[in-house]
T-cell receptor, first 113, second 114 residues
Framework: EADIYQTPRYLVIGTGKKITLECSQT?????MYWYQQDPGMELHLIHY???????EKGDLSSESTVSRIRTEHFPLTLESARPSHTSQYLC????????????FGPGTRLTVT | KNQVEQSPQSLIILEGKNCTLQ??????????LRWYKQDTGRGPVSLTI?????NTKSNGRYTATLDADTKQSSLHITASQLSDSASYIC?????????????FGRGTQLTVWP
């Protein structure tokens, strides 16, 4: 099993709150990713990072922001949560090429009321 | 447009039976194809990864096939178990970018009944 962790696993918050979803990996991977997944739907890439101080937006537009100050840590922040942000957020990491594998964390189920 | 389509959307089988899940893709240029298993409320876990030159790969009771010419893949599950109940996701990677962008299917929801 991959050593990638996400906290919290479940979060229910009110509209307008600021939240940070944590993601950490102990594998020393350079690349990290955030995906958003709604029930029965495909995963959508919202942010990724090639390494420390590198962050890029993914395919799906998101109001969230990310930071990569340390290799092992890739937190995602929502400054003002809205009901439209309700979703599952999955963090993943992968070593630099040549490797095809992405290792996923268990996910955070976010509900904004 | 790069897409990954999976069928069926859902499937119910009895324990001990075999089943085959399908994946069609239009991703180009193709790099590799992966099958993931995702349990409810968990992150996906990799089952197999196949590159252009590979046309079959096994992982225990899971066997994936790839036809790069027709852009089709299948995942065959043998002697199903209750623990096989999950969503099976086909993921295709392109080689047109440094990131190796992944394109995800919506998954096939498999339910195994006793």
């Amino acid at each position: 099993e991959a050593d990638i962790y996400q906290t919290p696993r479940y979060l229910v918050i009110g509209t307008g709150k600021k939240i940070t979803l944590e993601c950490s990996q102990t594998m020393g991977h350079d690349k990290m990713y955030w995906y958003q997944q709604d029930p029965g739907m495909e995963l959508h890439l919202i942010h990724y990072s090639y390494g420390v101080n590198s962050t890029e937006k993914g395919d799906l537009s998101s109001e969230s922001t990310v930071s990569r100050i340390r290799t092992e840590h890739f937190p995602l922040t929502l400054e003002s949560a809205r009901p439209s942000h309700t979703s599952q957020y999955l963090c993943a990491s992968s070593p630099s090429a040549p490797s095809y594998e992405q290792y996923f964390g268990p996910g955070t189920r976010l509900t904004v009321t | 447009k790069n897409q990954v389509e999976q069928s069926p959307q859902s499937l119910i089988i009895l324990e001990g039976k075999n089943c085959t899940l399908q994946c069609n893709y239009t991703v180009s240029p193709f790099s590799n194809l992966r099958w993931y298993k995702q349990d409810t409320g968990r992150g996906p876990v990799s089952l197999t990864i196949m590159t252009f030159s590979e046309n079959t790969k096994s992982n225990g009771r899971y066997t994936a096939t790839l036809d790069a010419d027709t852009k089709q893949s299948s995942l065959h599950i043998t002697a199903s178990q209750l623990s096989d109940s999950a969503s099976y996701i086909c993921v295709v990677s392109d080689r047109g970018s440094t990131l190796g962008r992944l394109y995800f299917g919506r998954g096939t929801q498999l339910t195994v009944w006793p």
